[in-house]
């Protein structure tokens, strides 16, 4: 997490009676985010980059690493989640369920998909790429963990060790609110091109995430997720 004050108490809120505690990482936030950590008793570890060593802003494949290890210490099976991003109500009630079956299964990964909101919490894209995307959130932890395979590159990268060689998706939803401001999706594409200019970690580009040819909308039904962490 980095400067999530905005996104992190509704974060806890919308996560901690569904999760056994949480292991956080804060990445040299400079707003409230370190201090709303540290008021969250589910939170085990809080690990803390004090120096930002990454010259594009931030390290993701090294600050994987060190929550998935650091995850370890405490538990079998781990839920990935970022800060700005809630669970559909379907997949938080089922989630012991499917917890144990990526504890049976080690070389499975659970995704979902991914709903990116789109100028309104109650909606999101759903044309074109935008009705493709999906996130592994949900496996099983190893010791000895590798991430030669899965984590190559510097940034877009799962968050799976090697160990990891099969993925389900499953019929849930994962709903990204940076997205939902056109002012936060010219941010996200600006700073993508910035680190990226070349699109050798995404052939695509980075200019799809501000065009609204084609625009199509998806109504999200209340009882979906909860609009009060958001």
């Known amino acids: 997490m980095k ?13 901690r009676e569904y999760v056994d505690g949480f292991i956080v990482l804060d990445d040299c936030s400079t707003d409230k985010t370190y201090s709303i950590i540290q008021t969250e008793p589910r939170v085990w570890s809080l690990l803390e980059n004090k120096v930002n060593v990454c010259s594009v802003g ?17 538990g079998d099976v781990v839920l990935c989640c970022d800060a700005d991003e809630r669970y559909s109500y ?98 996200r594409a600006a700073l993508y091109e910035s680190i990226d200019p070349e699109h050798k970690m995404q052939k695509i580009g980075y200019t799809y995430l501000t065009d609204s040819k084609g625009l199509e909308l998806t109504q999200i039904p209340k009882k979906d997720y909860d609009r009060k962490c958001i």
């Open 3 to 15: 400067n999530e004050e905005k996104y992190l108490p509704g974060f806890f809120k919308h996560l």
């Open 58 to 74: 931030w390290d993701e494949r090294g600050n994987r690493q060190k929550l998935l290890k650091e995850a370890l210490k405490y």
């Open 90 to 187: 379907g997949f938080l009630k089922n989630l012991r369920k499917f917890a144990k079956q990526a504890y049976m299964n080690q070389d499975t990964a659970y995704a979902v998909h991914v709903r990116e909101l789109w100028d309104s919490p109650d909606q999101y894209r759903s044309d074109g790429i935008w009705a493709t995307k999906q996130k592994v959130v949900l496996f099983a932890l190893r010791d000895n963990m590798s991430f030669n395979d899965t984590m190559k590159q510097q940034h877009h990268i799962p968050w799976y060790h090697d160990a990891i060689t099969k993925r389900v998706l499953l019929e849930e939803s994962l709903f990204h609110l940076k997205m939902i401001n056109k002012e936060d999706r010219e941010k």
